[in-house]
Each structure stands twice: as structure tokens, then as C-alpha cells.
């Protein structure tokens, strides 16, 4: 599906009872698992051994898995379970009926594609070294929410600028929405002025795009 040499393959089956095992995880969560879940698949190992690229210093290895679902979604909780169980980056695919999502964690947010054709699906491993190669995958699944312009090519930089963005955005829509249900033209002047002050700030930062 993503066109990784041979050498990367693992296609090793991984119990769901082995993730519990290396995960703080609720009952709740694992009824959720369960309900979610088909199977889980490790299947690429993407590392200076298997792979043609440098160490990266703080990339070592970047894992592909396959999560199988029972259903078009997923609790973003269980990601978390499985990116914390295991000590590598991970690069998550998720299939449902043919189609495929791909996620990755970057400083402690999750980004992902949208669902499309499984076959469709292209991801390019480009880098001299895997702190590159990571960075990139990274980029290429958040797309035009992260940006190399205007954060210097630092990935956590870009991340805490798209969540400020994100952030923003959300204040935006409810004082919006407050501002159209107020009645008083007193409440509303200062309502439009707090909502004057949020759209430049956004508007500082998609400069910084």
C-alpha cells in the first residue's frame, strides 16, 4: 500500500492482549478496543538496519502499523494507548472496507489524511536521515495545517503555531455566536470588539503561513 522496500516489512499479527499489557489502559477503553478494532498489524520497521537512510537524534526507528477497523472511526484515545506501549514513532494506517487513513503524532498532537481509496493512499519517506524522513511523513499527513515558512523549518514550532490557529478558531466561532444572539447594542460592541482582537490574531498567524 505505501510502496516500502522489502526489507521494512514486518507483517507480524499483534495481540490486542499485548497492548493492554504495555498500557495503563481502562476496562472501559478495552470494551472500546473490542467494539472498534478487527486486528492489529505491525508492518514496516523503518530504521538505518532496513532502510537507506542516516540515525536521526531523536528519530531511531519509524514503525508502520496497520489498525483494521469494525467501523469508519476511531476513539483517538487508543492511538495514544499504542504510541505510548510503544517506544518508537509510529506511522498509524487505518483501513475500513477498502479505504485507509494514515496518522502520526507530532509534540503531543495527532494529524491524519482523510479516508480515501486504500490504493490511492501515497506517502513519501523522503529524508537524508530519520529525523527527516519522520518530519516529512509528518508534513505531508497534516498538510496545509502545518507550513515550513514562518516557523523555520522547526516541526514543533509549526505544531504550537497550529494550535494556537486551532485554538483561535474555536474562541472565533462561539464569540460569534454570541454575538449574534446578543441583543443589548452595548454587549454587542464589546463582543464584536474581543472578536475584532481574536481575527487579527488568527490573521498574524496564517501570515506566519
Known amino acids: 500500500m505505501l510502496g516500502l522496500p522489502p526489507s521494512t516489512e514486518v507483517n507480524r499479527r499483534v495481540a490486542k492482549e499485548k497492548l493492554y499489557a504495555n498500557a495503563d489502559i481502562s476496562v472501559s477503553l478495552r470494551e472500546i478496543v473490542k467494539e472498534q478494532v478487527e486486528a492489529v498489524f505491525w508492518r514496516n520497521k523503518l530504521a538505518t538496519g532496513t532502510f537507506n537512510v542516516g540515525a536521526g537524534e531523536s528519530v531511531s526507528e519509524l514503525q508502520v502499523f496497520e489498525i483494521q477497523l469494525r467501523q469508519r472511526n476511531i476513539d483517538k484515545r487508543l492511538l495514544s494507548i499504542i504510541a505510548k506501549a510503544i517506544p518508537y514513532k509510529i506511522l498509524f494506517i487505518l483501513t475500513f472496507e477498502g479505504k485507509a487513513q494514515a496518522w502520526i503524532e ?100 496564517n501570515k506566519r503561513c
Open 106 to 205: 507530532a509534540v503531543g498532537t495527532f494529524y491524519n489524511t482523510e479516508w480515501q481509496p486504500a490504493d490511492d493512499l501515497v506517502i513519501k519517506f523522503d529524508g537524508l536521515n530519520l529525523d527527516a524522513v519522520y518530519e516529512n511523513v509528518v508534513r505531508q499527513i497534516a498538510g496545509e495545517r502545518l507550513v515550513k515558512s514562518g516557523d523555520d523549518g522547526d516541526l514543533a514550532k509549526a505544531v504550537e503555531n497550529d494550535k494556537k490557529r486551532q485554538k483561535l478558531e474555536r474562541e472565533i466561532v462561539v464569540l460569534e455566536k454570541k454575538v449574534a444572539g446578543e441583543k443589548q447594542l452595548n454587549k454587542q460592541v464589546l463582543l464584536n470588539g474581543e472578536l475584532k482582537r481574536l481575527r487579527k490574531e488568527r490573521e498574524g498567524l
